[in-house]
């Protein structure tokens, strides 16, 4: 009798022999002819996109999204369920032996729904936390098409984007409006592959090489004792770093300039910063420097009413952009280019085109734009998109290129791995907002939140098994070649190119292309910043380097700060000034421009709805001001109030005009400081709060305009009738149509500097 085991051997043996019978042997096997199965020679056609990496929701042109109707709900069936899908019956009480018996263990839904909001937070950006975004598109001019093979700037080429704009300091819930850079971060969808071009509204940064990020961030984040202050920089610490490490002084100037406090996102520039080298289909390089360009001009707040708006409503840009997109002005930059020819020591007209902290201005490159952008869409949930958006300046298309700029160098390794703590794994490609529309052939697999379900043997290369390998692409079959740049013979070195020490000219430069206002302004927000420092030492050297820049500058910021002037410990350099630098002294369009209308909700409602009337015709937005809320229905159609007297701030409006005179009326103060109301308007028969509004407005630079009663308003506060800015008398029309004009110079400038 046969061993039971050397007969189940013998029958696997026999198996093993039919398998590999004559005209099946293995490929290769000792002793069989050459291989018969045919191994693939031809590169397999992309896999269809993974069923979970179709994209973001797509949107109508007024931005409705155009999925099914119950996707726009938070829940889609009829039934509350757990995530299990079972049905609930009851989701506020928890199981309990008895109504007043202690909580069971055993209560499944009580577990559920609590873990899952103990795990709902995910760690904040570890910079850039706070931000805001929205959905649109990109159409290319084909301008740039002859410089870089990349497909999206092909003429006519329409690409999907979604923009994140943000702060740079402040923690997820901070102020909007603080003195700040802001980032502004692009990721274009194209076909093939993501680009994120993720900038700043600044074209220059605070250190030269990435190693440095860590100290100049955890100088201006607040300080780690007491943690304070919040989302801004006028602290000992971040003017300690800035003023002993001097090639900061120019980002810094630029964040003490109008620049640093943004009217708006739709009114900022946006910069790549870095320079990026591009390539054509013949692989002929240029260098260049990305700009966006706002369409609507580049316009800033003043800074008492920045500081009044980061407490009257801390979600201002936020709001800002959501709205305007809401209401159809939608939001539009070109995106441009400055050129610089690829030689050999990357320099341009003297300019180190490596240097993160120097400009090349517009006089000496203009910036040639090559596509628009139209933000049209904003987000359907601020988690899902905005916070999870992932961007990396490495995130590269063909056609476009990284320099040895050695910020960006830094920025190359950073991005990703700030992900993996954030996202918590290295997944986050697949989330919704970050899938690339291209199809997606990879072979990473696993980790944390897999969610892609992926199919056969073999993610390795090279295989044979998992029906062919996914082929390399060459550079005809659109792979990502990186451009063979030659990098001259050189020793391993801890150092940067003797340009990198110049750290003042372009600081003056920039001083230098302001206009009056805007240096005033410059002065104004040095001295308080300086003034908030606490250490003498640190205000000192703030001086010094200011008179490296410009001894006016720094004799003025001085006298505020009542301290001595010091000589400056550089020659000043002689440089031109770049008028492209100042935001003043042109005209833009006023679309989305907010105008509240003040009425005494009684009188003169005629002028009033022909005002609203005008100002939407306009493409601006009117806003009703009335004593309370409700309907003013008074001889013809209702008018609704948007804002009350005291809802209502002059920091929300661009412009305020006044169609009545209303007198104080007691009983709609509420709990508010009754006793100095009722003495104000004992004095002025005006109610308090429209003084302040108008006082506060006119301050501010901003356009006012009265007609009829209103101009009993202007008298009351002081202001006179024939005021830089103030236009009034008429008709409403024409009163509207003067507003109007000085709206498209922003603000009414001959009122600055104003007399303190
Ligand atoms: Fe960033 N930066 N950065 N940065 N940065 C981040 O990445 C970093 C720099 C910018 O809306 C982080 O996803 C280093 C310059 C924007 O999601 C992190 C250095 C510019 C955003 C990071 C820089 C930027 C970030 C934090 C020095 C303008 C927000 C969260 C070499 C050109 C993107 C994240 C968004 C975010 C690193 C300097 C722009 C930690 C190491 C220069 C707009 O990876």
Redesign the pocket.
């Known amino acids: 009798k046969k061993n039971p085991v050397s007969a189940a051997a013998e029958k696997i043996a026999g198996k093993v022999q039919d398998a590999i019978s004559p005209g099946n042997e293995l490929p290769g096997a000792p002793g069989s002819e050459a291989p018969q199965v045919e191994e693939p020679t031809k590169a397999r056609e992309p896999l269809p996109p993974k069923h979970d990496q179709t994209g973001p929701d797509t949107y109508s042109p007024t931005g409705q999204p155009t999925g099914a109707p119950q996707d726009r709900v938070a829940q889609g069936g009829a039934y509350l369920t757990t995530a299990q899908g079972a049905r609930l019956y009851d989701t506020d009480h928890s199981l309990k032996a008895g109504p007043r018996g202690p909580v069971l263990l055993q209560d499944h839904h009580l577990r559920e729904k609590i873990t899952h909001f103990d795990h709902e937070r995910i760690p904040e950006?570890?910079?850039?936390?706070r931000?805001a975004?929205a959905h649109g598109v990109f159409r290319a001019y084909g301008a740039a098409a002859g410089i870089t093979k990349a497909a999206f700037l092909a003429e006519g080429a329409e690409t999907p984007v979604f923009v994140?704009?943000?702060t740079?300091l402040g923690s997820r819930g901070s102020a909007d409006t603080v003195r700040d850079t802001r980032?502004?971060?692009t990721k274009f969808y194209t076909d093939e592959g993501v680009f994120d071009l993720?900038?700043?509204n600044m074209p220059v940064?605070f250190?030269q090489?990435?190693i440095?990020?860590p100290d100049i961030i955890h100088a201006g984040k607040p300080h780690p004792d007491r943690e304070i202050p919040q989302a801004q920089s006028a602290h000992d610490t971040f003017w300690d770093f800035v003023t002993l490490h001097t090639e900061a002084t120019h980002h810094t100037l630029w964040n003490m300039s109008d620049r640093g406090i943004p009217r708006s996102y739709r009114m900022m520039e946006g910069?790549?910063?870095?320079t990026f080298r591009l390539v054509n289909a013949e692989g002929a390089t240029t260098l260049v420097k990305f700009h966006w360009k706002p369409k609507l001009g580049v316009h800033s707040l003043v800074w008492e009413e920045a500081q009044l708006t980061a407490g009257m409503d801390p979600d201002f840009h936020r709001r800002d952009l959501a709205d305007a997109i809401e209401a159809g002005a939608f939001p539009q930059w070109e995106l441009g280019v400055q050129t610089f020819p690829d030689t050999e020591d990357e320099m341009f007209e003297g300019i180190d085109l490596l240097d993160?902290t120097k400009i090349v201005p517009e006089e000496l490159a203009p910036v040639r734009p090559i596509g628009l952008m139209t933000l049209n869409a904003n987000p359907s949930n601020y988690f899902a998109e905005t916070e999870q958006?992932?961007?990396?300046?490495g995130h590269l298309v063909p056609g476009i290129d990284v320099s040895n700029d050695p910020?960006?160098q830094?920025?190359l390794?950073?991005?990703v791995?700030?992900?993996i703590t954030?996202l918590g794994g290295p997944n986050f490609a697949q989330l919704p907002i970050n899938r690339t529309h291209a199809p997606v052939n990879d072979m990473l697999r696993d980790g944390m939140h897999q969610t892609a379900v992926h199919r056969g043997v073999a993610p390795y290369r090279p295989n044979s098994l998992d029906g062919g390998c996914p082929f390399v692409a060459g550079a005809d079959t659109g792979a990502y070649i990186e451009v063979p740049a030659e990098v001259p013979a050189a020793r391993k070195v801890r150092d940067a190119a003797a340009s990198f020490d110049d750290h003042f000219s372009q600081a003056r430069l920039f001083w230098l292309s302001m206009t009056p206002t805007e240096r005033e302004h410059i002065v104004a927000a040095y001295t308080f910043e300086l003034g908030k420092c606490w250490e003498p030492a640190v205000k000192e050297r703030g001086l010094r380097s200011l008179a490296n820049i410009d001894p006016e500058l720094c004799a003025q910021v001085a006298r505020g700060l009542g301290l001595e002037a010091p000589e400056a410990t550089v020659a000043l350099a002689s440089v031109e000034p770049s008028p492209a630098l100042s935001q003043l002294g042109r005209t833009w369009p006023v679309d989305g421009r907010v105008i509240g209308i003040v009425t005494d909700g009684k009188t003169g409602l005629d002028a009033v709805r022909e005002a609203r009337g005008g100002i939407l015709d306009a493409g601006m937005v009117p806003l009703v001001i009335a004593p309370t809320g409700g309907e003013l229905a008074a001889g013809g159609d209702p008018v609704a109030v948007q804002r009350t007297f005291t809802t209502a701030r002059s920091t929300e409006f661009d412009a305020v005009l006044l169609a009545g005179s209303p007198a104080p009326a007691a009983d709609a103060y509420g709990a508010r400081d009754a006793k100095t109301d009722d003495a104000a308007a004992a004095r002025t028969g005006v109610d308090p709060r429209v003084l302040l509004l108008v006082t506060e407005a006119f301050r501010h630079g901003k356009a006012v305009g009265a007609w009829g009663d209103g101009a009993t308003v202007l008298e009351k506060a002081g202001l006179a009738a024939d005021a830089a800015g103030v236009v009034s008398g008429g008709a409403a029309s024409t009163v509207l149509d003067g507003v109007a004009a000085l709206l498209a110079g922003h603000r009414a400038w001959d009122r600055f500097p104003p007399a303190l």
């Open positions: 950006r570890v910079v850039h936390a931000g975004a994140r704009f943000s740079v980032g502004f971060a993720v900038g700043n940064f250190i090489d990435a440095k990020f910069f790549g910063i870095h993160p958006v992932a961007f990396h300046v910020l960006m830094g920025r390794f950073s991005y791995d700030t992900q954030r």
